[in-house]
Nanobody, 124 residues
Framework: HVQLVESWGGSVQAGGSLELACDVT????????MAWFRQSPGKDREGVAG???????TYDDSAKGRFMISKDNDKNTVYLQMNNLKPEDTAMYYC???????????????????WGQGTQVTVS
């Protein structure tokens, strides 16, 4: 049973930083793609960053230079470090997993079969 659980969201002032964590259990695949998405009320879910099992990370233009996705294979955890946060970053953030590498295709919501429940990020 695959389970993804996001944590460490919260409220922060503009210009501040937050790091999100996604703990993954029951996902035993050598080849995979992990990604972070976000969704604001009334908007579509959008991909923020993705990382493949062999390492390369890709970012949405809105995240480049401010966000960094990383993974700790020993802890089965994926992180999203977010710096210089802006009010427009306010959203529910979700992590997602899939059993194939996705490269720049990480933005495709329908690609992912496994999702977390989300963690709220509010920037004021």
């Amino acid at each position: 049973h695959v389970q993804l659980v996001e944590s460490w969201g919260g409220s922060v002032q503009a210009g501040g930083s937050l790091e999100l964590a996604c703990d993954v259990t029951g996902f035993y695949y050598v080849t995979y793609c992990m990604a972070w998405f976000r969704q604001s009320p009334g908007k579509d879910r959008e991909g923020v960053a993705g990382i493949d099992s062999d390492g390369p990370a890709t970012y949405d233009d809105s995240a480049k230079g401010r966000f960094m996705i990383s993974k700790d294979n020993d802890k089965n955890t994926v992180y999203l470090q977010m710096n210089n946060l802006k009010p427009e970053d306010t959203a529910m953030y979700y992590c997602a997993a899939e059993t194939q590498q996705c490269g720049s295709g990480y933005k495709k919501v329908n690609l992912f079969n496994y999702w977390g429940q989300g963690t709220q990020v509010t920037v004021s």
